[in-house]
T-cell receptor, first 112, second 112 residues
Framework: DAGVIQSPRHEVTEMGQEVTLRCKPI?????LFWYRQTMMRGLELLIY????????DSGMPEDRFSAKMPNASFSTLKIQPSEPRDSAVYFC??????????FGAGTRLSVL | RKEVEQDPGPFNVPEGATVAFNCTYS??????FFWYRQDCRKEPKLLMS???SGNEDGRFTAQLNRASQYISLLIRDSKLSDSATYLC?????????????FGRGTSLIVHP
């Protein structure tokens, strides 16, 4: 079992650039979550999907953030345009149900 | 009051010590409770679920106190390798998003 796979592991970009984070959930998991973690705010849920359908995106900070899940094995989180305050670790997690979550290794994003 | 609160620590203890952390939650109807462990620059990983009657896994004991609305994690005979941040997660009652909310974590440092 490969676990949840995220790419890239590190991303350094300049303010104003588009950033795309990718996630491959564990096969058979119906739920996929995107989180952001910072020292100040801890682990924040941005959006989650059930069977590829976005269910709750109330955690998405603003319109610059968007997420898609075109199929059961792939999801993206896009930030356009990126800003320095978006610098954080972004985790993708998947779950067979709405309880125990399995996290990917995360993408460490730095926006200069 | 925040939904889920933890003392950020750090808790600095010698090897072999017993240490306990609490996690308080605001919704008295919360359904499920979990402890996750997060090593430095890694993803959170499930440590253990917390059952109503309390449960133990080796040196780790988790308990739920519904009356006072908190869960606890007790670590006996601390090892250097226990140094990490411990996140609690609390799932609200059904009818809402039913997605666990994470605390910001308690940092544990075990020293020789």
């Amino acid at each position: 079992d490969a676990g949840v796979i995220q790419s890239p592991r590190h991303e350094v970009t300049e303010m104003g650039q588009e950033v795309t984070l990718r996630c491959k959930p564990i096969s058979g998991h119906d739920y996929l979550f995107w989180y952001r973690q910072t020292m100040m705010r801890g682990l924040e849920l941005l959006i989650y999907f059930n069977n590829n359908v976005p269910i709750d995106d109330s955690g998405m900070p603003e319109d610059r953030f968007s997420a898609k899940m075109p199929n059961a094995s792939f999801s993206t989180l896009k930030i356009q345009p990126s800003e320095p305050r978006d610098s954080a670790v972004y985790f993708c997690a998947s779950s067979p149900a709405k309880n125990i979550q399995y996290f990917g290794a995360g993408t460490r994003l730095s926006v200069l | 009051r925040k939904e889920v609160e933890q003392d950020p620590g750090p808790f600095n203890v010698p090897e072999g010590a017993t240490v306990a952390f609490n996690c308080t939650y605001s919704n008295s109807a919360s359904q499920s409770f979990f402890w996750y462990r997060q090593d430095c620059r890694k993803e959170p990983k499930l440590l253990m679920s917390v059952y109503s009657s309390g449960n133990e896994d080796g040196r780790f004991t988790a308990q739920l106190n519904r009356a006072s609305q908190y869960i606890s994690l007790l670590i006996r005979d601390s090892k250097l390798s226990d140094s990490a941040t411990y996140l609690c997660a609390v799932r609200p009652p059904s009818g809402g998003s039913y997605i666990p909310t994470f605390g910001r974590g308690t940092s544990l440092i075990v020293h020789p």
